[in-house]
């Protein structure tokens, strides 16, 4: 029986750029661990255990760090069918009483005993490798119905549809915006993605519309100080701790709102902590670094040696974009609140152990990127 080796050469190189993520990577993390034992003394009466059930999950996400820079994502092409398989049927187990534990209304979790794994993580690193490699596979004939439009739509509407149900709609509408864009810089017709990005976007609406909670995150959305002892009592707390912490914040562990004032202050909202608490210099340098992340990985994309590889690349990037611009935009009231992770900061070990990974998923590509020519004959 052949031996099946889905392994990269161990001397992998890692370029500048790929320096620069680890250290953009690493000050985000160790920022989250410091801000995290501030937000949450109203949790815990012991801070610290907080800081520690985080810091095993970082330890974790270093490790499938790891093992995912080391892949050939080339040969794990071949399995990849087997990842979408595996993602989908996480995500439809999740939505069964008794295998998926239900928290506040939405069963999005399966326990594991030692561990509480959120498996929209999974369901997103799933969609992201099966529609690369689809569209890829697929790159001469998406301008067919069948091969270009119905069946890659299909895929990542499943899935969607699926994280939709636990209910998740901001995933889903995440996955979707991501997914959306991913079939745009393949190639796909507009006459084709444009009508089902709209009509996407309608069902979206409908479904909040019939949704009385998610419907009156809206409304106090709109007016967030009419509605400030009720809905909007989150989204008041956290634009009145950025109003406190002024330039230069507060001290780190001063601040007020931490102390019950605000929930999900260690999760959701902890870009409030940081602005009340650090001041706008710190959330200012936040932004600065995801943008800068931004930028260092869309300036690299021109050397993706085929369509795979390019997409896996800028999919990875754009959920950790896309993620903290919608947590930011949510905590400082600029969109309406949902819960968001704020990537590498918030916390919660699922979505550590996903934007580990996604960072893995860049830094794998670039090494690979690094060892070979660029003039070399680019495939699918």
């Known amino acids: 029986m052949p031996q099946i080796n889905i392994w990269r050469n161990s001397n992998a190189r890692i370029s500048s750029v790929s320096l620069i993520i680890i250290l953009v990577v690493s000050a985000l993390t160790t920022l989250g661990l410091l801000v995290l034992f501030s937000a949450s003394k109203a949790y815990y009466a012991n801070p610290s255990l907080i800081v520690q059930k985080q810091f095993i999950w970082l330890l974790l996400s270093l490790f499938s760090a790891i093992v995912i820079f080391r892949l050939n994502l080339e040969k794990l092409r071949d399995f990849i069918f087997i990842l979408g398989v595996f993602s989908l049927l996480l995500l439809f187990l999740v939505l069964i009483p008794g295998i998926g534990v239900e928290v506040n209304g939405a069963r999005r979790w399966i326990d594991f005993g030692v561990m509480r794994l959120q498996v929209s993580e999974i ?3 799933g969609l992201l490798f099966t529609l690369s490699h689809y569209l890829a596979m697929h790159r001469r004939s998406l301008d067919q119905v069948i091969s270009g439009f119905i069946i890659p739509c299909s895929i990542l509407g499943v899935f969607c549809a699926l994280i939709f149900l636990e209910p998740d709609f901001g995933t889903a509408f995440l996955c979707g915006l991501v997914g959306g864009i991913l079939f745009f810089v393949s190639g796909m017709h507009l006459k084709y993605l444009l009508p089902t990005a709209l009509s996407a976007l309608i069902v979206f609406i409908i479904a909040i519309l019939n949704d009385p909670e998610r419907l009156s995150r809206i409304t106090s959305f709109l007016d967030v100080e009419s509605n400030r002892s009720d809905s909007g009592y989150q989204l008041w707390q956290g634009i009145l ?18 102390m019950s004032f605000l929930p999900e202050a260690h999760t959701d909202f902890i870009f409030a902590i940081v602005g009340e608490e650090l001041g706008l210099f710190f959330t200012s340098g936040i932004v600065f670094l995801f943008l800068f992340l931004f930028i260092c990985v869309l300036t690299q994309l021109k050397y993706a040696p085929n369509l795979y590889q390019f997409l896996l690349v800028l999919g990875a990037i754009l959920f950790i974009e896309f993620q903290a611009l919608i947590n930011i935009g949510v905590v400082t009231g600029c969109l309406p609140t949902k819960g968001m992770s704020l990537p590498f900061i918030s916390y919660g070990g699922s979505n550590l152990l996903f934007m580990f990974s996604l960072i893995a998923i ?12 660029i003039a070399e004959v680019r495939d699918l």
């Open 123 to 125: 369901g997103k690193i």
């Open 241 to 258: 701790a950025f109003g406190v912490g002024g330039i230069d914040g507060v001290g780190l562990g001063s601040g007020r709102q931490q």
């Open 362 to 373: 860049i830094l794998n590509c670039f090494s690979t990127w690094q060892e070979s020519p």
